[in-house]
């Protein structure tokens, strides 16, 4: 860190001798020169003055405030989809923390591997890192671009090409620069508010933004706004649920017990400010920042009253045994009520309960009818139950749905001076801070390891704080450009070059102790030696017997000859608020790293024609080293109207903190069935016996080439193709299930567990020993790594046409294609089978965006097609097709229950407006106008239905259906 610190300090040192050796002096410019020269410092993609986008050597999309406010969406996020077809977004459901902060992808690529500026600074990551999400978004970790309102854009550039080496990590699929305004004058003021077509989702939002002057020679620019939405639904009641019901269980929530729709957000609020002064003719200093604050509030998955392991019930047998004097080999396994003795203090054992072992009469998930007279003796044993018997059924007998949330508030502040030398040099000094806090919530549940002492004042502790993420960073950044006129050249070359001192931090912070800690009975039968008494053989352990009543032999030792019964064992309950355990000490923790660059940039018109620029990066990172990193660009004009563009570039993206050091569990549907899974560190030593090593830069080489052709003055048409390959990929492993694994296996011997390994238990009771509560329930693991090897390559295609109508008015149509394939080249043994088939065909491999939009006096009308191609989940858990040297190999498979095939869909959007007073707008219109809601979900095609969702919940286009919209607008001089 000192070494670090210290060479910045010597590359500011050494930049400003040589502004002093330059001549500090101001040179005397008008203000408009001084203005345009301190705004050409920021321009995306290049550092050279005068760049237009159709001048770019790459494919660069402007697009102005004006524009989006045409778009007609609320969020920043879905305006950029509607303009941007490369860009995906979903308005999730049950996505864990993606719920929060949503995961975008571009050009098939993860968040995090877009860079986010705001006013060409560095823009801080949210603190979530989704889990879930999409299998493309899966691990990453990205900024939160729904904080920045569209009211505050003057302009947004987008980057559609890799730019590592000019803006360092994460610029692997291209750069978002949001150009806040800067008008020193005027207010806008704007209302909106609209629903889903199905009566839900109401949407009410505030905005405002207001210009001031700030003294003779500055302004201060600050947009406001607060909005909140109400949840939504498109669910179909489980048929486990109707089962119930059916069978007399009236205490199940109706109509749905488990709600999948879109989430609550609940005072979502920002403030964003742009300020600077202007020292004199040629220096500025700036200053511009945000807070914010929103609460978003989602559903969790249905805990069956009847079936939900080591809440409301345990397993017991599962394992093949022989039957006496019978050489055939059967599977047996029950369900029994997770009743608990409080008589047994943990750590107990060899214990003889007096509580009856009572066996569930069914979950109803495959809709068959439950037997009446098992559903009736079932209910008449609970309330018989011994006094020292306790079991949830008692205090929640239709069972329970968590619901999961977040307190999100986001704030940056960058500050800075900037100017131009007598000379010509433009510099730019500047620091920053950005802070993310993400708070997690859990209400509607429970924590099952305290049983009956999680009853305080007569009352069964439901809500828990769960703990908080905090992604905080601080940037400094030295940036100049000098144009130099070299003989030979048509133009001044550009010399651009800077450094860069990077820090950022991820914490952990613990949730409450409630949440997370270790109840009694947790440890109810610590060994699995404590047991049920047989109701009809007092005195002794119930045994699993056939249906003639002749006790089970179990093949212990697997050598064919059947040696014990196997008594019903007291459970052990699980650990944490249930749906997602709350951050224990163990997982808490400050993780940090720093890094320092250093950049050099040349560009040049070599000819009137040939333009070519070269960049290089220098990066070395506090934790795993350096990296170098180039760019090559050049454009030809081979006419006035059409000129050849094309570039090359080698990039990478640091792995984060948090990526690095994440532990959590949580809950998921895997093949339909709902599991507890876990997000484990790359460094655990559970992590590190799978296949796991510490986490390294991604390394990517992006080629790009294309055209760019102005057919007319009012035509004009873009093609870019492109090509990244991206080795040491960084994403999820996918899910890898543990809880067969047995942790005194010799493959384990390094894992310090001790009590798991005395008891024969499995990785997942190991995992929970190691200090993850909730782990010993967990099904399956997953943790991040490099072993991926992409390539994706696309098309962009964009074609611009403005037509003068005569008295009919003018319009403008905007037709943007974009075509995207990623091909798995090399994935490691602990990556699992669906997670490449998802890399492959989770995107539509094509989408399209065409938006014509039609002015005629005070009106204007758009319509909008959005399409979308056909696209696939990946949930074959039993492909059985060898893997191959490169583990990509699969049998893709479209069959029920297998792979998940879904066709794509056109959508349409229209909006109206009306201006009066040349003050005044309204504004109405219908998103999905045709109320396309999606296919239906391929697991629900059996004619049941498992967690109640209709439709996919990554459905490209949204499944909630056609939204209408109104929006009354001020704009005052």
Request: proline share 5%.
């Amino acid at each position: 860190m000192y070494k670090k610190a210290k060479s910045l300090y010597i590359l500011i040192s050494a930049s400003a001798a040589f502004l002093a050796a330059t001549g500090f002096a101001p040179a005397a410019q008008a203000q408009e020169g001084a203005d345009e020269a301190i705004e050409e410092i920021i321009t995306t993609g290049t550092r050279r003055s005068q760049r237009s986008a159709s001048d770019s050597s790459v494919p660069i999309d402007v697009i102005s405030g004006e524009e989006f406010e045409n778009v007609g969406s609320a969020d920043l996020m879905e305006m950029l989809k509607a303009v941007i077809p490369s860009y995906n977004v979903d308005r999730q459901s049950i996505s864990d923390a993606a719920t929060l902060v949503r995961p975008a992808t571009m050009r098939g690529l993860p968040p995090d591997n877009v860079l986010i500026m705001v006013n060409g600074k560095r823009r801080h990551r949210s603190g979530v890192i989704a889990e879930l999400g999409g299998s493309l978004a899966e691990g990453s970790q990205g900024a939160d671009i729904s904080a920045i309102p569209a009211l505050a854009i003057k302009q947004a550039e987008i980057l559609r090409d890799g730019a590592a080496a000019q803006y360092g990590s994460d610029a692997i699929a291209g750069v978002m620069n949001f150009i806040l305004k800067d008008a020193s004058d005027g207010m806008t003021l704007e209302a909106r508010t609209g629903e889903f077509m199905e009566g839900d989702g109401t949407l009410v939002q505030f905005m405002g933004n207001v210009g001031l002057p700030l003294g003779d020679d500055g302004f201060i620019n600050v947009t406001g706004t607060w909005s909140q939405q109400d949840p939504t639904s498109r669910s179909t009641q489980r048929t486990d649920a109707i089962t119930l019901i059916a069978a007399g269980n009236t205490d199940v929530r109706q109509p749905f017990a488990q709600i999948w729709g879109g989430p609550e957000y609940r005072d979502n609020w920002n403030i964003f400010v742009n300020s600077g002064i202007q020292l004199n003719d040629s220096q500025e200093i700036y200053a511009f920042g945000n807070f914010g604050r929103r609460e978003t509030e989602g559903g969790f998955f249905f805990r069956n009253p009847n079936s939900r392991s080591a809440v409301f019930t345990h397993d017991q047998g599962g394992e093949t045994v022989d039957l006496p004097g019978d050489d055939n080999d059967v599977s047996v396994s029950r369900t029994y009520r997770a009743i608990v003795d409080t008589n047994i203090g943990p750590g107990v054992i060899g214990v003889v309960s007096n509580c009856p072992a009572l066996v569930s009469p069914g979950d109803g998930g495959d809709g068959d009818p439950l037997d009446a007279g098992d559903v009736a003796d079932d209910v008449a044993a609970m309330a018989a139950l011994p006094a020292n018997c306790w079991l949830l059924n008692q205090l929640l007998p239709g069972g329970y749905t968590p619901q999961f949330g977040g307190d999100l508030i986001d704030a940056s502040i960058v500050g800075g001076v900037r100017g131009e030398l007598d000379n010509g040099l433009l510099y730019d000094f500047s620091a920053s801070y950005g802070r993310n806090k993400v708070s997690f919530f859990l209400n509607n549940t429970w924590n099952p390891s305290n049983g009956p002492n999680g009853i305080i004042d007569g009352q069964l502790q439901r809500d828990f704080d769960i703990g908080s993420y905090v992604q905080s960073e601080n940037n400094l950044n030295v940036d100049f450009v000098l144009p130099i006129a070299v003989d030979g050249l048509a133009s001044d070359l550009s010399f651009a070059f800077g450094g860069e001192y990077r820090d950022e931090v991820f914490e952990t912070i613990i949730g409450e102790g409630a949440a997370w800690n270790a109840g009694d009975y947790a440890f109810q039968n610590v060994d699995g030696s404590n047991c049920y008494e047989d109701p009809a053989n007092p005195g002794t352990c119930d045994v699993i017997r056939d249906s003639n009543g002749v006790p089970i032999l179990f093949d212990d030792d697997e050598d064919g000859i059947g040696e014990s019964t196997h008594i019903v064992q007291l459970p052990n309950l699980s650990i944490g608020s249930h749906g997602f355990a709350g951050f224990s000490p163990p997982q808490a923790g400050i993780w940090g790293r720093s890094n320092i660059a250093v950049y050099a940039e040349l560009e040049a018109d070599v000819t009137d024609r040939f333009t070519a620029a070269v960049s290089v990066r220098y990066e070395d990172f506090e934790s795993f080293g350096d990296t170098t990193n180039f760019k090559t660009a050049m454009r030809f004009a081979v006419t006035d109207t059409f000129a050849v563009r094309g570039s090359f570039n080698t990039g990478f993206r640091a792995p984060t903190p948090g990526q690095e050091n994440v532990t959590k569990v949580s809950t998921r549907t895997v093949q339909g069935e709902l599991q507890q899974s876990g997000q484990i560190p790359p460094t655990n030593p559970i992590a590190l016996v799978l296949g796991a090593l510490p986490l390294t830069p991604e390394e990517s080489t992006n080629f790009s080439v294309g055209i760019v052709w102005d057919i007319s003055d009012n035509f004009n048409l873009t093609a870019d193709y492109f090509q990244i390959n991206l080795e040491d990929r960084i994403s999820s492993t996918g899910l890898i299930e543990i809880d067969t694994f047995q942790a005194n296996d010799p493959a384990y011997n390094d894992v310090n567990c001790p009590i798991t390994k005395l008891a024969d238990g499995t990785l997942s009771q190991c995992l929970q020993e190691l200090g993850v509560p909730g782990a010993a329930d967990l099904s399956s693991i997953s943790f991040y790594t490099n072993d991926f090897e992409t390539t994706t390559t696309g098309i962009d295609l964009i074609a611009t046409w403005d037509a003068d109508w005569g008295n009919a008015g003018n319009g403008s149509l905007v037709a943007a294609w974009n075509w995207t394939e990623t091909e798995v080249d090399n994935a490691g043994s602990e990556v699992s089978r669906n997670k490449v088939v998802d890399l492959e065909n989770f995107n539509p491999r094509n989408r399209g965006v065409f938006t014509y939009n039609h002015f005629i006096n005070d009106f204007r009308f758009m319509v909008r097609a959005r399409y979308y191609d056909d696209w696939v989940e990946a949930d074959f858990g039993d492909d059985l097709t060898p893997r191959g040297p490169n583990g990509t190999g699969y049998t893709f498979s479209c069959a029920p229950n297998e792979d998940a095939c879904y066709s794509g869909e056109t959508i349409f959007d229209l909006e109206a407006a009306y201006t009066f007073n040349e003050k005044y707008s309204v504004i109405v219109g219908v998103q999905n106008v045709l109320d396309e809601a999606g296919p239906l979900l391929n697991d629900n095609l059996d004619g049941t239905v498992g967690s109640g969702n209709t439709y996919p919940d990554s459905t490209p286009w949204g499944y909630e259906g056609g939204f209408w919209y109104a929006r009354f607008r001020a704009e005052f001089d």
